[in-house]
């Protein structure tokens, strides 16, 4: 199998996909792998470790999407790659594909086989490679949160902590998964006045067991989120469902009624966001004001710290991509059920239910049967 790795091209996206010791572990094991010259220079990781990892060095994307079997990204294909997506390619990074109506059509009518980090499943162990980069994302938000609350970002001039003899700021988490808890480790060791909300007890539990009073839980239902999101200085959305699109619990009303200064930091824009007012920004124009609040949508915040992202990252895919070395990508996507639950494209049909009821398209599941001869785009009609 030849496997690529190409240079990622969404704004300032600096992770690779595959680090070096990832290379040489393919190569021992039978692969082939085209590395894009420079895609690892935003990691700190430069060709020549590439190279001598067994890497074979590559000029330009094109060459890499035109040789490789299965393409490794982080991000999801940009508009400027669609038009290197082919027949029979295997795609596997990060998509998102919910909140992504024309890259799916993309995927569909070209022929692509798309396998979504975020929608692999592992029994007993969630998303195995979503889970890193939610750690990464969650961390992050506080950080990014308390920038922003500064007066000359914009903010209420607030300082989360607080000193003796004055109130701390007020954060507000919506969802306890693994965004939301690594969101509330930074939050209650700056010493902030922290509240989470989920429809799940059971995670209250595991968090009072872990953070004792600093951390306050409330059931997520519209009293209580419009009590805690109007009264706070950061609210952070962190809201997920596997491969679907993200229900929106944050109305344009209640944002309206928030402090003036205060900021959301929204995970969950890359499947839409729960907050009606958030939309996709980049790093180099991260936030913009509506409703006198600042929102930050950046919908690759683990990207801010490449470095850390892309070894976490590899450490989680590169099982799956050394069982794509060894059984080849039909062998593999049959035999693996985790790689299965992966698959959100195949063969000219949407075949992941959370996006295909997300964007309202046809749902076939992965492994049936089709007819290709009435072509790819009958297989992704909208719904009535």
């Known amino acids: 199998m030849i496997i690529g790795v190409p240079k990622e091209v969404m704004d300032n996206e600096y992770r690779v996909a595959v680090v070096p010791s990832g290379v040489k572990a393919l190569v021992d094991a039978g692969a082939r792998v085209l590395v894009q010259r420079g895609a690892g220079e935003g990691s700190a990781l430069a060709d020549d470790l590439y ?35 082919r027949p029979g390619l295997v795609l596997f990074g990060f ?15 070209r022929g692509v086989t798309a ?9 007993g162990r969630g998303l195995p490679v ?23 970002r914009g903010g209420r001039g607030v300082l989360l902590g607080g000193v003796p003899g004055v109130e701390r700021g007020e954060i507000t988490v919506i969802g306890a998964g693994t965004v939301g808890v690594n969101a509330l480790r930074v939050a209650a060791a700056l010493g902030a006045d922290v509240t989470v909300l989920d429809v799940d007890v059971e995670k209250f539990r595991r968090i009072e067991e872990v953070f004792g009073a600093r951390v306050k839980t409330l059931v997520s239902n519209a009293y209580n989120i419009e009590r805690a999101v109007r009264g706070c ?10 491969g679907a699109r993200t229900p929106v619990l944050v109305k344009r009303e209640l ?24 939309r996709p920004t980049t790093h180099s124009e991260p936030v913009y004001e509506e409703e006198g609040v600042l929102h930050y949508g950046v919908a690759n915040i683990p990207g801010a710290v490449p ?22 990508a039909v062998g593999a996507l049959n035999a693996n059920p985790a790689l299965a ?25 992965f492994g049936k049967k089709t007819d290709r001869s009435a072509g790819v785009s009958s297989t992704a009609q909208k719904k009535p």
Request: glycine share 10%; proline share 4%.
């Open 51 to 85: 190279a001598g990892a067994g890497a074979e060095l590559t000029g330009d994307a094109s060459e890499v999407y035109g040789r490789a079997d299965l393409v490794c990204k982080v991000k999801e294909p940009q508009p400027s790659e669609y038009g290197m997506l």
């Open 95 to 109: 998509l998102h594909l919910a909140a992504k109506r024309r890259l799916v059509e993309e995927l569909v009518e």
């Open 115 to 123: 396998v979504a980090y975020e929608t692999i499943e592992e029994p």
């Open 130 to 152: 979503l889970k890193p980069m939610s750690e990464v994302a969650g961390r992050l938000a506080v950080q990014i949160g308390a920038h922003y609350l500064t007066r000359p």
């Open 233 to 242: 200085d950061l609210l952070i959305g962190a809201v997920h469902r596997a």
């Open 255 to 278: 944002v309206s009624q928030m402090r003036k200064g205060a900021v959301v930091v929204d995970v969950a824009v890359d499947q839409g966001g729960c907050v009606e007012t958030i």
């Open 307 to 328: 470095r850390t992202s892309t070894f976490a990252l590899t450490n989680a895919t590169l099982p799956y991509l050394l069982d794509f070395a060894a059984r080849g």
């Open 341 to 365: 639950s992966g698959v959100n494209v195949h063969d000219g049909r949407v075949t992941h239910r959370g996006v295909a009821d997300s964007l309202r398209l046809d749902f076939s599941p």
